[in-house]
């Protein structure tokens, strides 16, 4: 199978992808490339880069993960 | 390659230092980068010779620009300022200019005496409201593109036909949440670019030297 067959045998099910997904999977990109972007905005070094990403998801996901628990947990007695 | 701390800044050139190690960066012009970078994420940092960071941000935001754009269909990046329905999302999408650019035109052209975007193209064309003239060349490129547009879509009113249906309800019926993950998307991509513009302007954390200015012990 050629790449360019394989990518088109892949298109119906990358199309599916989405509708399964529950909404807080497709954050997960967004958290990524944030702290990605703001980590590089900030260093020039690749390593000094690549520490600053790990350091920003770990705080945006805390901190967007506590909200989600909070909200969550309001859901409950809701 | 940043130039070696020795070499003197070229004419026009405005060098930075690296927070990290203390490297010299070579902006160049930081006006063309900015507005490359503008226009394409990571095309200024590329003009400036900073590949890596340049091919960083471009894979990156061009990543989530194409998944918001796939995720609402092409249908998520539009410009519009009609009073109830203004599109203050495109604030945040018009921080990449290859999109806001064609989003600007598309919109002045389809609201002026034209009635139409440029080429009859639905691309990232603000959707159509009742009662609104469009030529019939593209109210029949918008019956194409609309899988689920209600019959009479369109009411002749030679020499145009009048829009008898509310396009951004249709988006929003079979997007559904999708419609607000990808402008969510396109969005983020948009506002973090901007940053990208500063850091092409001006260089990440560090003291500047102007062209002719004697480097920083």
């Given at each position: 199978m050629t790449p360019v067959a394989a990518c088109l045998a892949l298109c119906p099910l990358l199309a599916m992808l989405p509708g399964g997904f529950p909404g807080v999977v497709l954050g997960l990109p967004l958290l990524i490339v944030a702290s990605l972007v703001f980590a590089a905005t900030h260093h020039e070094a690749p390593e000094a880069i690549a520490r600053a990403t790990i350091h920003w998801i770990v705080w945006l996901g805390g901190i967007l993960g506590a909200v989600l628990v909070f909200v969550t947990v309001l859901g409950w007695f809701a | 390659m940043p130039p070696p701390p020795s070499t003197p800044a070229r004419p026009g050139h405005v060098i930075v230092r690296s927070p990290d190690d203390g490297a010299e960066i070579d902006l160049r012009s930081p006006a063309v980068a900015a507005l490359l970078a503008w226009l394409v994420p990571g095309l200024g940092h590329l003009y400036q010779g900073r590949t890596a960071k340049g091919g960083l941000f471009m894979g990156a935001l061009l990543a989530i620009l194409v998944?918001?754009?796939?995720?609402?269909?092409?249908?998520?990046?539009?410009?519009?300022?009609?009073?109830g329905e203004a599109r203050l999302a495109f604030l945040g999408q018009a921080g990449v200019g290859a999109l806001a650019i064609p989003a600007l035109a598309q919109a002045w052209r389809l609201g002026n005496a034209a009635h139409e975007t440029f080429l009859g193209s639905t691309w990232l064309a603000p959707p159509l409201h009742?009662?609104?003239?469009?030529?019939?060349?593209?109210?029949?490129?918008?019956?194409?593109?609309?899988?689920?547009?209600?019959?009479?879509?369109?009411?002749?009113?030679?020499?145009?036909?009048?829009?008898?249906?509310?396009?951004?309800?249709?988006?929003?019926?079979?997007?559904?949440?999708?419609?607000?993950?990808?402008?969510?998307y396109t969005a983020l991509a948009g506002m973090l670019n901007l940053l990208v513009v500063y850091d092409a302007l001006s260089g990440p954390l560090g003291d500047r030297r102007e062209d002719g200015e004697d480097p920083a012990p």
């Open positions: - | 998944a918001g754009l796939w995720l609402g269909e092409g249908r998520v990046v539009y410009a519009s300022w009609r009073p009742a009662g609104q003239y469009v030529t019939p060349r593209y109210a029949d490129r918008v019956e194409r593109a609309e899988p689920d547009l209600p019959d009479g879509g369109f009411v002749d009113s030679p020499p145009l036909a009048v829009c008898t249906f509310d396009q951004l309800s249709l988006w929003h019926q079979r997007l559904g949440r999708f419609f607000e993950i990808g402008t969510l």
